[in-house]
């Protein structure tokens, strides 16, 4: 449903008007959202904010404008300023239009009495559950200003993680790009040549190079309907996220796959160290740091584990043998939490274990990409050789004919 924005005039209990905007699906909504704040609703309209200005800038936020926001916020929040007047600081110093809204609307949410983890809940698309979760656990426990600098290093982090993939995954793709059209034309132009060849003989062609020439045929007439698999699967695969069966069993399939699979699993136990030890380690209750850090997870399956951790440890059980039955998490987790536990460093414990599980998910991943592209090569040399071989026994197979 689309978010729509408000002006709205209420008065408190003594009488004092009050003016301003919230966003909100409906109107109904409005209304609740000001009697929660103990205000008499008095006109309530539909603001020239609309929901596309909105979405354009959530659209437009890249994860590194995210990243220089948070650590302006984090300098100023470390200061002791308040958020509303770090986020006016923040809006003047920022050059980009599309920034400088989001802020805008932060603090004007800020203003109308909102926590910003509640302002930050609206702009799903630009800040992530992990980010909102941690500012929220930030506010109720009043240690925001310690939560905020770990935060901006584990973006700096992942963001940095992901360039490196990136340029790793450059050469591979054009190298697949390349591979894939130049098979193309091949099959389009060249393959077809020998029909001709056929014809002109009178002979008849083998199998092989019938059922060749027929997919050539295919390719050159409807070729183009494969420029639609690519969307058709990445829709389907974010149709599964609304399906959560569908989504449990997509995910265990996931952390089934051979090499990937570790990979995957090691990033999610990665970021569950991470976040698990920064909110213990700034006197975050365990309960509830489970519950902040079990947000923050993608695969559903180690979600749900991570809920029967919590379930584990609510009755008395130890956070590490919690852990170690759930059977999900990599076997080094679990027994360096008992031992962190044993000796109350559970905290720094965890935050060892994250950058041990990121470099190895960095290390796996540059082994997984070298070996990509062998495996392009050798794929397109065999797909190449073996039109050749089809088109070139068929040749010969004329000439025994002629014979």
Known sequence: MATNQFNYQACDVQGKLHKGQLNAESEQEVVSLLQARQLIPIQIELGTGSTNSLSFNKKTVSTQEVIEFTNGLCTLIE??????????????????????TLITDLRREIKDGRSLADALQNRPEVFSKMYINIVHAGEEGGILEKLLPRMAKFLEEAEESRRILI????????????????????????????????????????????????????LKHYGWTLLFVPPILWFSWKYLDTKPNLRLQRDQFLLQLPLFGGILRESESSRFCRTLGALLGSGIPLLKALHIARGVMENQVLADSLEQVEESVRRGISLGKALLNTNQFPVLLPQLVIV?????????????????????????TSRLVSLVEPLLIVSLGIIVGSVVIIMLSAIFSLNDVKL
């Open 340 to 364: 962190g536990e044993e000796s109350g460093k559970t905290a720094s414990i965890l935050d060892k274990l994250a950058e041990s599980f990121d470099s190895n998910v960095r290390r796996q």
């Open 79 to 100: 200061s002791h300023i308040p958020i509303d007047r770090a986020l006016g600081l923040l809006e003047n110093l920022t050059e980009k239009p599309t920034m400088q």
């Open 167 to 218: 340029s790793a995954m450059i050469y591979p793709l054009i190298l697949l790009v390349v591979g894939i059209l130049s098979v193309m034309a091949l099959m389009i132009f060249v393959v077809p040549q020998f029909a001709t060849l056929f014809e002109d003989m009178g002979s008849s062609m083998p199998e092989s190079a019938a059922l060749l020439l027929g997919l050539s045929a295919w």
